[in-house]
Nanobody
Framework: QLQAFGGGLVQAGGSLRLSCAVS????????MGWYRQAPGKSRELVAR???????NYADSVKDRFTISRDNAKNTMYLQMNSMKPEDTAVYYC???????????????WGQGTQVTVSS
């Protein structure tokens, strides 16, 4: 249902854009977000977009990362600028969505994409 891509290796101060494509018979998506997990650490919220309007960011990425969504393409993005070595992690996308034929919203996760920032 969700596929994340766009990770890679970047130097400190550089930029990357992650994408998360949502596929399937999707009726509604309310919340989309990005999480990350660094080696030896727990998974943490990076950014969240609610109803396509309200954004929330981890303090560590505020003013550097931007979450956005293209409704026509059912795709979410995470633009990462001024990257730091501590941004190195596996990034996961998630969406709370309702599929056709269902009345329930369910939480889906994409596979992770590795982001490595070299110093």
């Amino acid at each position: 249902q969700l596929q994340a891509f766009g990770g890679g290796l970047v130097q400190a101060g550089g930029s990357l854009r992650l994408s998360c494509a949502v596929s399937g018979n999707i009726v509604s998506i309310t919340v989309m977000g990005w999480y990350r997990q660094a080696p030896g650490k727990s998974r943490e919220l990076v950014a969240r977009l609610t109803n396509g309007v309200t954004t929330n960011y981890a303090d560590s990425v505020k003013d550097r990362f931007t979450i956005s969504r293209d409704n026509a393409k059912n795709t979410m993005y995470l633009q990462m600028n001024s990257m730091k070595p501590e941004d190195t992690a596996v990034y996961y996308c998630t969406a709370l969505l309702r599929e056709g034929g269902s009345l329930r919203f369910r939480d889906y996760w994409g596979q992770g994409t590795q982001v490595t920032v070299s110093s």
